[in-house]
Each structure stands twice: as C-alpha cells, then as structure tokens.
C-alpha cells in the first residue's frame, strides 16, 4: 500500500479540519438536543429516559447510520431523530464522495515547477523536433 502513495491517514485526509469538527459538533448537538426535547416536550410516557448517557449512545447509532435501538414517542424527539439522520446521511454521503475522489486521483509530484526550473535543477530532459517552436523558445531560456 506503500507503493502507491496511500499510508495510514488516507482515510482522513479526505476530508478538512472543519469537516471533521462538524462530525464532533454533530455527535454532541444531536445527543444534547434529544435529552432536551426528552425533558422539555410534551408529556408522553415514553419507555426509556432519554438521559444524556443514552442520547449519546443514539448519537453514535446516528451518526454510524445504524439506526437507533429506541424509537421517541413525542413527536419533538421524532423531528430530532429525523434532522439527525438526513444530517448524518449527507455527512456519509460527503465523506464517500471526498473519499472516493481522494483515492482515484493519482497525484505524481515533479523535482520542478515552472520551466527554468525543469531546464536547470532537474534531472528531466526536454525532447522536441529539431527546428521546432519549442526549441526556439527553450534556446531563448
């Protein structure tokens, strides 16, 4: 795997500092807001309190697109629920996508960037037709 450039960190390099710190701010909003509609909604009786430790848990079963193992009875916990999985759907969806275009493109880096530099500090030789355009234009150089 070495070989082609990919190392330990491809994975993550997909996608930038902001989008990884999206993810996080994510998880928590999405674990905080379930607890808050738990406790600040309507009342329902529902089967399981909705505490911060199990809205967590959710949060990770949300954000893993896993499902989540305890369906909210009020219907505020229900819109949380569903913001929180279009939101984690479009964050797999992103990731793949970056992902997936990560490792097709094969990104060759040259000893040169312009072309003084190709001419003087690389190993690379310029092969034109005799008499040609180009030929003029790299003798000028």
Not at 46 to 53: L, N, Q, T, V
Not at 70 to 79: A, T
Not at 82 to 96: K, R
């Amino acid at each position: 795997m070495s070989g082609d450039g990919n190392s330990w960190d491809t994975f993550v390099k997909p996608f930038e500092d902001l989008s990884w710190l999206s993810c996080i701010l994510t998880y928590f909003v999405i674990a905080w807001i379930l607890t808050l509609t738990y406790h600040y909604g309507q009342i329902v009786e529902e089967d399981y309190a909705y505490d911060i430790k199990l809205s967590s848990m959710i949060s990770v079963h949300v954000m893993f697109l896993q499902g989540a193992p305890y369906e909210p009875r009020k219907c505020s916990s229900r819109i949380v629920f569903f913001a929180a999985f279009l939101a984690a759907v479009v964050l797999f969806a992103s990731y793949s996508a970056c992902l997936t275009s990560f490792l097709a493109v094969k990104r060759d880096t040259f000893p040169f960037s312009d072309d003084e530099s190709l001419l003087t500090k690389s190993d690379y030789d310029i092969i034109t037709l005799k008499g040609s355009l180009v030929t003029d234009i790299y003798n000028v150089i």
